[in-house]
């Protein structure tokens, strides 16, 4: 059986940006690590986007930033600015490549394609494995994208949207998200807030065709990627003994919204700085009134997704700042105060006793 000092099961977001920050930290030049990943291959499957509220290790995966964005209603529009934290957008096939090319210059770092013949007893393991159960029927962000190519210029790439809830609603809650890359490229995608038991939700080739064609007037373009996905908008940590859980099963993601990819990155910081101590260390978490107030927020959505529109818009009229910090979990309580006095009150006070 093979032994190795650590072990991160499966190598995605979370476990790739972990195994990297080891070896640029140096963590791994008189200890070994196994990767366990059943994937073949790694080629671009995510464009992971948000607020850049800190540093990270992937500036050189970045396609675009933006300063500028909007959020609409039906017959009303937001304009916002973010230049102190642009929003940032990755393209996973470049984070994938640049990763994997620098753990492979290290011959301490090993992958497997599963964890048969490896011993794992002495072994720190982190966990990133998505838990398998069927969850149908709690709150998922889902989604389905396409990045097209136009022939003339169309978009205003200085611009992106954030959410533009100007479109069927179906009893839940859907908006469309456009990011311009360039003025004749953009990605363009469908998202809801349900449960995944409503099929009706999942014409999702559909919907982006019709938004395309009928809202923004585009007929002639050529497709150049896909992106579907489903975020888990639940608690999806498990305990397993002598295991940290990382990535979205370690509860990096914030709830209210999916975003993860930045919370990833503190997370593999926080255990890079504690290695030697990690067993005995405070778990790391996003924050416990993140997911008091995110515990809310799903509550009411799940009630009355009816309103979320509004309550997104009259969320983003308070100072973008704020909204953003809160957002990326870096707000003070003055600024959490400010969003929460702007919120439908009654509704608000009747989820949090329920
Ligand atoms: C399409 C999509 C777009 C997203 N966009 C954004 C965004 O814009 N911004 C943002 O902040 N977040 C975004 N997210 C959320 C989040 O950032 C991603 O889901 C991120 O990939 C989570 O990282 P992870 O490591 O937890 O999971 P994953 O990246 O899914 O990694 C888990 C890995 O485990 C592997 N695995 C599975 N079974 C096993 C097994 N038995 N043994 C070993 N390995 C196994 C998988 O192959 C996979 O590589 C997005 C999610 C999706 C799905």
Known sequence: MKEFDYIIKGAGCAGLSLAYEFNKYKKLENKTLAIIEPR??????????????????????????????????PGKTLH?????TPYQTINSGI???????????????????????????????????????DFNNKLWQH?????????KSFFDDKIFNLMDFDCDQRDSVHFFY????????????????????????????????EYLELKLKIKDYKITFKEKGAIPLFKQTRIINN????????????????????????HSKYIRENLDLIKNKKAFNIGKKYHFLDEIFIRVLENNPNLMPDIFYKMFKVQTKKVINFLSNKSSLLEDLSIIMKMPKLIFIKALFK
């Not at 990763?99 to 982190?126: A, V």
């Open 243 to 266: 295991e940290i859980n990382i990535g979205t099963v370690g509860g990096m993601t914030r709830l209210s919204t999916g975003y993860t990819f930045l919370n990833i990155q503190e």
């Open 80 to 84: 916002l600015n973010c230049d102190e």
């Open 178 to 209: 456009t990011l311009p890359f360039a003025k004749n490229k953009a990605l363009i995608e469908t998202t809801w807030l349900s449960n995944l038991n409503n099929k009706n939700l999942q014409d999702y080739e559909n919907q982006v065709k």
């Open 40 to 73: 073949e291959g790694y080629e671009r499957d995510k464009t992971w986007s948000f607020w850049k509220t800190i540093d990270h290790n992937f500036n050189d995966c970045v396609i675009k930033n933006w300063s500028n964005f909007t959020i609409n209603t």
């Open 143 to 151: 989604f389905f994208g396409i990045e097209i190519e136009t022939s």
């Open 95 to 133: 984070f994938y490549e640049k990763i994997i090319s620098n753990l492979k210059l290290n011959s301490n770092i090993h992958f497997f394609e599963n964890i048969d013949g490896i011993n794992t007893e002495k072994s720190l393991i982190f966990n990133s494995v998505p838990n398998k159960g």
